[in-house]
């Protein structure tokens, strides 16, 4: 009998065993085929979450924010134990002491799912287990992905400490209002940082990942306070807080920046702009746009926000002051529906919908408005964020062609802004442009505006648009030609071309039709005398013009055609200015940038633009009112007398040339004007001693702008009105004069040689080079035969001259003009 029951006993222990043997097998294996493919300890340990990258101005002011997901990456260190033990206390209380996962919770959530057969399913997820889900795996309540998850859990315990742990769920979990991370959250919902928020505050950003959008703070206020005083009861009882702290706390009110309780962060962030925007393209390039929108960067801009706010303003005016002499309305081409204007709110929130830009000040804030009635003086208008009834007297309008009750009809949208007399109807330009000012010395572009608003169009014309140049490219031409052995008191023919073209007989003309002789190069560049430069370009060869370009950085590849020569190539705003300040420090390589310096989410400097050597930083030494000594290591592009010759020729532009009239700053100023075929585009680049900025105007798909259509007169006054207020704050001075050379005074219209003593407006002290006495009178015509002895068309094929150019290069120049060349007939 004992031994049959010590048989059975034993059969039946044998089957336990292999039964318990079989369900770890099986067990194993499932956990073995589950964990074959799942991440290595090194990508648990390497894991950083997708982080806002922000962008500073100079002065340290947050001016924009880039993220595919709203996190601010915050490390352990950092985050107060008031919050950690709050989310600890809403989400995992044996946080400290598991290995990862809570067997007990997660046997009571499997027994509750069978006892209410599968109606109620709760989680039973450790925070460990929630990272794992949250950033490797998907949100689906399937065995396959828990089982995947515990694994991953179990390893990524082994593989961090506790801490660390706890700094990943921190900053990756999503908690609404796409928010993700609690520093981002503390942000969205409070509008503070996390060392200041009370108990009460982050008990109620640790009831949030439970689901986010069940508990909103606005829609489900009730549900969310009593998630909010469950977790204050949680820390009280895990001894986090004391029981008075949760009496008091408890009776705290739930209050948020959604109800309106606290001012939300983002009426502090300026609306988003041409230059943030083209910082973010930028970097995108040079990071790749996945690491830029997840890196977490500190961007610090070279962005002046004062001078961006007048950058703004200058080329604005201009294109509204041109937009209306035109008088043609075209509205906004938006509308509110007829039935919605009797109802106030209706046509409030329809209006809020239209998209029309809110990002335009001149000289006061711009707003949207609907029309609400039509009549025989007046037009009665509903203001977003104004007045229900706002009045615009017809004598607003009259600048615009047409009739009255033909340009408006109830439920247009319309922009206007405030006046003294009531409300006055705006309109984006049809006329677009760009704008450019940057620093001299290092390429720090201080303001940038791509058009008249960001918010109507993103494209950035200063940095986007491929235009043609004009006139505003003569001075490399020039600048090749200085450089190759000319002089400022070189006399070139002003006189008719023709040449022939694949594309037919081209015949270039000067802007004013007429033809004025020899004439100095001075005189050519201040007048933007076209057939001069065509000369010059030809004497010089269109190869090196075109290698000068090139290495100045305005193309990658210049045509050498000689049509060229007067800015027929397209190139960017923003490659002129920087070429520019090239020729405003004495010729040294400057690379525009907007970035000064990018940091990493842990603060480690990742990029720095200026790399010169600061030699007395770090010294005592320096005296009390002196400067530091810095030390250049910038290639130098453009021999530094060439540099000086040509800004004092193009100072001259400014003084009695093409820009006299709008350009009047109470510092030397230096610049060229630009006006294309048909005026299709004018442009302006000007510079002092220490600032460069440039502005072209022209229509997004080029046609003429008009009769009268000029670079100075259009663009000269969006220079001058920006100018005037960076020589307010930033100065200015004369033109550094380089060693290696002297004065010599001359005539500056007949290019002769002067008396030390002479004066008058028509005497010039040019700058020449030491030991290179100038040959005055030699006159050259570029190799166009013109004259009644010769064709019109023939090339003179007589042998030019070899000159070493101030690089050390080799160049030829023209032969010396005959009575062939010059011919005192047919010239006025």
Not at 117 to 144: H, Y
Request: hydrophobic share 35%; with cysteine; glycine share 10%.
């Amino acid at each position: 009998m004992f031994r049959f029951i010590f048989s059975f006993l034993g059969a039946i222990f044998s089957l336990a065993t292999l039964g318990v043997f079989m369900v770890a097998l099986t067990i194993g294996g499932v956990f073995w085929m589950y964990g074959r493919d799942l991440p290595s300890h090194e990508s648990l340990a390497q894991y950083q979450p997708p982080t806002i990258s922000r962008i500073y101005s100079g002065e340290g002011n947050l001016i924009d924010e880039f993220a595919q997901e709203r996190r601010l990456f915050t490390p352990s260190e950092d985050i107060p134990d008031l919050v950690k033990q709050a989310f600890i206390s809403a989400e995992d209380k044996n946080f400290y002491t598991h290995q990862g996962y809570d067997l007990r919770g997660i046997a009571a959530a499997g027994f509750e799912a069978v006892q209410t057969r599968g109606e109620t399913v709760r989680g039973a997820s450790t925070i460990t287990q929630q990272v794992m889900k949250n950033f490797l795996l998907s949100g689906d309540r399937r065995a396959e992905r828990k089982i995947k998850e515990i694994i991953l859990a179990a390893r990524l315990e082994q593989t961090l400490d506790k801490e660390q742990i706890l700094e990943l769920y921190l900053n990756e979990i999503y908690l609404g209002q796409n928010s993700y991370g609690v520093t981002a959250a503390a942000q969205t919902f409070f509008n503070k940082t996390l060392s200041e928020l009370a108990p009460h505050e982050a008990a109620m950003l640790a009831s949030l990942p439970k689901a986010p959008s069940d508990y909103h703070p606005v829609r489900n206020k009730e549900r969310l306070l009593a998630r909010r005083n469950f977790v204050l009861k949680e820390m009280y009882e895990n001894g986090y807080i004391t029981l008075a702290t949760y009496e008091s706390e408890v009776e705290m009110p739930l209050r948020s920046v959604q109800n309106g309780d606290f001012e939300s962060f983002r009426t502090a962030l300026p609306p988003r702009d041409y230059f943030t925007d083209e910082i973010r393209r930028q970097l995108s390039e040079d990071f790749g746009e996945g690491e830029f929108f997840t890196g977490g960067f500190t961007v610090r801009a070279s962005i002046d926000e004062e001078m961006q706010v007048e950058a703004a303003s200058a080329l604005r005016e201009a294109l509204e002051k041109y937009d209306r002499s035109r008088g043609i309305w075209r509205g906004t081409k938006k509308t509110v529906p007829v039935e919605m204007l009797d109802d106030e709110a209706s046509w409030r929130d329809a209006l809020s919908d239209v998209d029309v830009a809110r990002d335009i000040v001149l000289p006061t804030r711009w707003y949207p408005a609907v029309v609400l009635n039509v009549a025989e003086q007046s037009l009665t208008v509903g203001i977003e964020d104004g007045p229900a009834a706002g009045t615009v007297p017809r004598s607003d309008i009259k600048w615009m062609r047409g009739n009255f009750f033909d340009n408006f009809k109830r439920g247009d949208v319309v922009l206007v802004r405030e006046t003294s007399d009531g409300w006055s109807l705006r309109q984006v330009p049809g006329v677009q442009g760009g704008f450019v000012a940057m620093d001299v010395n290092t390429g720090r572009v201080l303001a940038m505006q791509g058009g008249f608003s960001y918010q109507h169009s993103v494209f950035n014309r200063a940095t986007q648009a491929q235009r043609q140049p004009g006139s505003s490219f003569k001075p490399f031409v020039y600048a090749a030609a200085l450089d190759s052995g000319y002089s400022p008191a070189t006399i070139v023919v002003d006189a008719p071309i023709e040449v022939n073209t694949p594309q037919g007989l081209w015949r270039p003309k000067n802007a004013s039709n007429k033809y004025y002789g020899p004439t100095p190069l001075r005189t050519g560049i201040e007048r933007s005398r076209n057939l001069m430069t065509i000369r010059l370009a030809q004497e010089v060869s269109m190869q090196v013009v075109a290698s000068y370009a090139e290495r100045f950085g305005v193309y990658d590849d210049m045509g050498a055609y000689l049509a060229n020569a007067l800015g027929s190539e397209e190139t960017t705003l923003y490659r002129m200015v920087a070429a520019y300040a090239m020729f405003a420090n004495g010729g040294e390589r400057v690379d525009p940038t907007l970035v000064d310096r990018i940091q990493d989410r842990y603060g480690r400097t990742i990029y720095r633009h200026d790399r010169r050597d600061c030699v007395d930083c770090n010294s005592d030494r320096v005296g009390r009112n002196a400067a530091p000594r810095i030390v250049t290591n910038r290639e130098q592009v453009m021999d530094p007398i060439t540099a000086y010759q040509l800004t004092s020729m193009m100072k001259g532009v400014v003084d009695r040339g093409t820009a006299s009239s709008t350009v009047k700053l109470p510092v030397p100023t230096a610049g060229k004007t630009g006006t294309t075929n048909d005026a299709k585009d004018v442009w302006f680049i000007g510079f002092t001693s220490n600032i460069v900025a440039g502005c072209y105007i022209g229509y997004d798909r080029p046609r003429p702008l008009g009769r009268g259509a000029s670079g100075g007169g259009m663009c000269g006054p969006v220079f001058q009105s920006f100018m005037e207020k960076a020589v307010a704050k930033y100065g200015g001075g004369p033109f550094d004069v380089p060693s290696g050379g002297h004065f010599i005074k001359i005539d500056r219209f007949s290019g002769a040689r002067l008396p030390d003593d002479a004066n008058g407006d028509y005497v010039v002290a040019e700058y020449f080079r030491d030991g290179e006495e100038p040959i005055f009178g030699l006159t050259y015509d570029g190799g166009f035969a013109m004259g009644s002895n010769l064709p019109l068309v023939e090339e003179m094929q007589q042998a030019g001259r070899q000159v070493t150019t101030s690089t050390g290069q080799k160049a030829t120049v023209g032969p010396k003009a005959n009575f062939g060349t010059i011919s005192s007939g047919g010239l006025y």
